[in-house]
T-cell receptor, first 113, second 113 residues
Framework: KQEVTQIPAALSVPEGENLVLNCSFT??????LQWFRQDPGKGLTSLLL?????REQTSGRLNASLDKSSGRSTLYIAASQPGDSATYLC????????????FGTGTRLTIIP | GAGVSQSPSNKVTEKGKDVELRCDPI?????LYWYRQSLGQGLEFLIY????????KSGLPSDRFSAERTGGSVSTLTIQRTQQEDSAVYLC???????????FGPGTRLTVT
């Protein structure tokens, strides 16, 4: 059974700093990995999707990397802003794709102005 | 374009009553998913529809839960004889077959009193 872990559970950093969020998964036979953000009381917003054949994806100040063989992904946020404060979730889909995502428990990020 | 929409946004019901939750996926998305997010359980998969294939119901927690998808578009999740442990946010997502990137709706917050 796939298990996804995110450490730390919570993180506070001053505005302007660069930061890294971590995600690890136990079964490397994945189709893709997605990073989401969730604001309090809201749904999930997709940030980045990395296919299993890819090593990284970039969108603006966000960069996600994937090391499938070691079961790890990182989300790098450059020049953090207060608006980045949210819970960040990673999720993996099985090898055959387009099926249920298994989610991590999330990292609650607070950017201190 | 329009994203995934869900209704109602909030639902309060008495224990033992039946409830129906609705999801309108992004137009043209062939796959539709239901997830549940509750305190202490994180995000868990419930059911997945893909085109005309039989749905994957492996995540439904009990036979009180059922879902249907009419005309390959709108989906309804029905919970019969609701229990207090059913209180959670129910999230719907949809995706295309090419990238399998899942897009989530805002969720329905269900409270069973």
């Amino acid at each position: 059974k796939q298990e996804v872990t995110q450490i730390p559970a919570a993180l506070s950093v001053p505005e302007g700093e660069n930061l890294v969020l971590n995600c690890s998964f136990t079964d490397s036979a994945i189709y893709n990995l997605q990073w989401f953000r969730q604001d309090p009381g809201k749904g999930l917003t997709s940030l980045l999707l990395i296919q299993s054949s890819q090593r990284e994806q970039t969108s603006g100040r966000l960069n996600a990397s994937l090391d499938k063989s070691s079961g790890r992904s990182t989300l790098y946020i450059a020049a953090s802003q207060p608006g980045d404060s949210a819970t960040y979730l990673c999720a993996v889909s099985p090898h055959f794709g387009n099926e249920k995502l298994t989610f991590g428990t999330g990292t609650r990020l607070t950017i201190i102005p | 374009g329009a994203g995934v929409s869900q209704s109602p946004s909030n639902k309060v019901t008495e224990k033992g009553k039946d409830v129906e939750l609705r999801c309108d996926p992004i137009s043209g998305h062939t796959a539709l998913y239901w997830y549940r997010q509750s305190l202490g359980q994180g995000l868990e998969f419930l059911i997945y529809f893909q085109g005309n294939s039989a749905p994957d119901k492996s995540g439904l927690p009990s036979d009180r839960f059922s879902a249907e998808r009419t005309g390959g578009s709108v989906s309804t999740l029905t919970i019969q004889r609701t229990q207090q442990e059913d209180s959670a946010v129910y999230l719907c997502a949809s995706s295309l077959e090419d990238t399998y990137e899942q897009y989530f709706g805002p969720g329905t917050r269900l409270t069973v009193t």
